[in-house]
């Protein structure tokens, strides 16, 4: 059996060699150069080399074992989220799902925009933290799938819902919002949820802001998982794009 350790494994490598009381002060000490203390993880009640050995392998075989589950993991979602056309982020690890670039002002259905925003998932998939599926709805478990009809007749649901939690805002506030206006903050809800929208247009304070903050404020939310993210950057853009220019 081989094993392919740091350096600071290979005192314990030579602890494992050398065996009997010469080799558990060499364990010992290497644990101790790694900041881990000097007790080993071994059931140790006598000084038997040969029993020491074979805890140590044990001991050694099970690291092996879970260092290349770990690896096989990564490659496995690695793999799954490039063939659904995203990447994973190389400093956080997380997946990042695709998103188009769409034209906003060629188009004024709000459903289709935010369709373009999201992308189409037929199975669950971590959604930094949270699981995800067809158009970025929660999923209920990691074994659930959709076809991109049900989906889709979903995410109109939800951009209703969304819709009536801007217009109920519009109506509690007193704007005097357009349809566009409306539309880009729809989009906005569906993405950052009613709690999203209230802080977006107060701020967390008594009153609401003009039109002129929300839309320069509305470019702030761009972060997942404490990192700004290309594809949220875009959508704020065109969602602020929409909320002070409109459709073509």
């Not at 094993?3 to 030579?14: A, E, T």
């Not at 038997?48 to 092996?64: A, H, K, P, R, V």
């Not at 998932?121 to 949270?130: E, H, I, N, S, W």
């Amino acid at each position: 059996m081989s094993f392919n350790y740091q350096p600071n494994y290979m005192q314990l490598v030579k602890a494992l060699q050398s065996g009997g009381i010469e080799g558990l002060s060499q364990a010992r000490e290497a644990r101790s150069t790694r900041g881990l203390g000097g007790r080993l993880p071994l059931n140790i009640k006598e000084v038997d080399t040969e029993s020491l050995s074979e805890q140590m392998l044990s001991y050694f075989s099970d690291i092996d074992e879970q260092n290349n589950a770990a690896k096989a993991k990564s490659q496995a979602q690695k793999e799954l989220v490039e063939s659904l056309g995203g990447k994973i982020d190389p400093v956080t690890g997380e997946a990042e799902p695709p998103m188009e670039d769409p034209d906003i002002n060629m188009s004024g259905d709000i459903v289709d925009m935010i369709a373009s925003f999201e992308g189409f998932r037929g199975k669950a998939y971590d959604d930094f933290g949270q699981l995800s599926i067809g158009y970025g709805r929660k999923a209920t478990s990691k074994n659930q799938t959709m076809t991109e009809e049900e989906a889709r007749k979903e995410l109109t649901k939800q951009v209703m819902q969304a819709r009536t939690i801007v217009l109920k805002a519009a109506e509690e506030f007193r704007y005097d919002w357009s349809d566009n206006q409306v539309d880009a903050l729809t989009s906005f809800t569906y993405n950052n949820g009613a709690g999203g929208l209230r802080q977006l247009l107060t701020g967390g304070k008594e009153g609401a802001r003009g039109d002129d903050i929300i839309s320069e404020k509305i470019l702030e939310y761009n972060k997942a998982g404490g990192k700004v993210l290309p594809g949220l950057t875009k959508r704020r853009q065109a969602e602020a794009d929409l909320f002070t220019q409109g459709y073509n």
